[in-house]
């Protein structure tokens, strides 16, 4: 990020006098580093936790709900965020892929959530269409008991005036809204969307958002046309420091959360493995792996849409499963495939990084990068599609390349792991989930 760029950042604590919501600010920033996950821990929400949900004091319709889902006791990352968030402190977290992150901001704005017809009290920003779906099916399914919550989605790919008359309509406008930062400011620009009343301004995947110059900007213009006084919330996978500074811009001493340190952020339960070989032996191989390996389901990701579109024919034409997600897509279609695969219709997806972000669906317990990812940060938010809420996964990198090489140097360091070659033959125990 260059220094330009960080002048045009907003600087919240220079600008105005802010207090959260509910409980009074600290005067000091609180920060929480939680120890890493135990070996053998298991399903992380029936963890070794003793806390259970009620010590929350949460609502009985969320308890309810709760226990409907089959949760019994929070995971790190809840237990240290939900008591202070429903308070409406301002809370940073960065935790691994599959650790409840959603279900802290999701429970705490339900929480804190007096509805009142016409007007939008919460606002969730994130970064794809696809995550504003999920987000919006997590808020159905822990709102389950709460008919008088409203939940929308907003994003780029439909008709700005569908969504301009469901805000209008002051008995069907939306309590909560997920929504894309593009789309959302525009609709505050053109004042479709009042957000003088927005109490909860979250970001998930912040750091996506907040590294992205057009994608800032569009969140600075929303975030400046909500009330002083509110709470804000962000939550990442991955949280560089310079992001972090960025972050606290936009916050009044907030609670953090590093549920690991960055240089030790890791999947547990997750194997990892390369695989050296030639660009023109990648399909052989993937063949090879699809015919002998065990799974319920399986994410390939490659580079490229064109790579996308490709790699999805040749395996149909092989009899395989398959379907594909990428940019190329209609939003109807994308969001059409993604239910299909969600609801085991399909067990193989070939995606572009679209995917690679927050995206949940539990029957994955193989994640394959048939084109290496180009950084650290994206081998992670792939592979973590593998092994969510800490069940067992397997995760297979083709390395063809020289610059591939250094990018499985670079994660190897980072995150402290080795990432050993793919033996002839694994043990199905030790990543199919019993």
Do not use: W
């Amino acid at each position: 990020m260059s220094a330009h760029d960080n002048e045009e950042l907003i600087d919240y604590e220079d600008e105005h006098d802010v207090v959260t919501n509910g409980a009074a600010a600290p005067s000091t920033t609180a920060v929480a580093v939680a120890a890493p996950a135990a070996d053998g821990e298991g399903n992380n929400f029936s963890g070794i936790h003793s806390t259970g949900f009620r010590d929350f004091l949460l609502k009985p319709e969320l308890l309810r709900a709760i226990s409907d889902l089959g949760f019994e006791h929070p995971s790190e990352v809840q237990q240290e965020c939900i008591p202070q968030a429903v308070l409406g402190m301002d809370v940073l977290c960065q935790a691994k892929s599959g650790h409840g992150k959603t279900a802290v901001f999701v429970l705490a704005t339900l929480q804190q959530l007096e509805p009142v017809n016409g007007e939008v009290s919460v606002l969730v920003l994130c970064h794809t269409r696809e995550l504003a779906f999920q987000i919006k099916n997590e808020y159905a399914r822990f709102a389950k008991y709460m008919p008088d919550a409203r939940v929308s989605t907003f994003f780029g790919g439909t008709p700005v005036s569908k969504d301009t008359e469901l805000l209008r309509d002051k008995s069907k406008c939306p309590h909560i809204v997920v929504a894309t930062p593009g789309r959302l400011n525009a609709l505050v620009r053109d004042k479709a969307l009042d957000a003088s009343k927005v109490k909860h301004f979250v970001l998930d995947e912040c750091d996506k958002m907040l590294e992205q110059l057009d994608m800032r900007r569009d969140v600075q213009e929303i975030f400046r046309a909500t009330p002083h006084h509110k709470q804000v919330m962000m939550f990442s996978a991955t949280l560089a420091k310079e992001i972090r500074i960025t972050c606290k811009k936009f916050m009044a001493n907030p609670l953090e959360i590093f549920v690991d340190d960055e240089t030790k952020l890791t999947l547990h339960g997750l194997q990892q493995h390369y695989v050296k070989l030639e660009e023109v032996g990648k399909n052989r191989k993937l063949n090879e792996l699809l015919d002998t390996l065990e799974f319920n389901q399986v994410v390939i990701f490659v580079k490229s849409v064109a790579r996308a579109i490709e790699l999805d024919k040749l395996l149909v034409s092989c009899n395989f499963p398959s379907i594909s997600i990428h940019s190329g897509l209609t939003q109807e279609e994308r969001i059409s495939r993604y239910t299909a695969f969600k609801a085991f219709e399909k067990r193989i997806l070939v995606a572009t990084d679209i995917f690679g972000r927050g995206i949940d669906v539990e029957r994955v317990n193989i994640v394959i990068n048939y084109d290496c990812p180009p950084d650290a940060d994206s081998y992670l938010h792939r592979v973590g599609r593998a092994g969510r809420f800490g069940t067992k996964g397997l995760a297979i990198t083709y390395v063809s390349s020289e610059a591939d090489q250094q990018v499985m140097a670079a994660i190897q360091a980072r995150f402290e792991v080795a990432v050993p070659e793919l033996p002839d033959h694994i043990d199905p125990a030790s990543y199919m989930t019993s």
